[in-house]
């Protein structure tokens, strides 16, 4: 497995790219955030495949969770909320805007997303990032 920003680093982290010895090409793969670091599932072979609507083709895997990586998600999440909590208005507020800024930024990258998973018009995916 290669993380994508050292493969290209025009994909998050959380998106990895693996050789399918099936198929011999790459393989988009798409794990679980948890506890500040992509992870993937408790059971490695718990993975989605997303096809895009329009093609029928395979544009991915995402990783399917089971009760045991919600209940991981959800006591690092409780324990996110207490220090996201206890920072000030102001704090909260900035780190809020930055992420406004970075939706922004790549707005056109989000929108593209959008078209190839979801099958909808540039224009409608576009309308939903900004929302």
Known sequence: LQHCNNHHNRFPRAIMQIRDPKRGKMTTICDNFIDNAFTPP?????????????????????????????QTAVASASLAFENWSSQTIKTRAGIMMKFHSLVQQHADELARLIVLENGKNYTEALADVAK
């Open 42 to 70: 408790t059971t490695e072979s718990s993975y989605l495949t997303v096809t895009a609507p329009t093609t029928g083709k395979e544009i991915g895997q995402v990783a399917m969770s089971d009760g045991q990586d919600v």
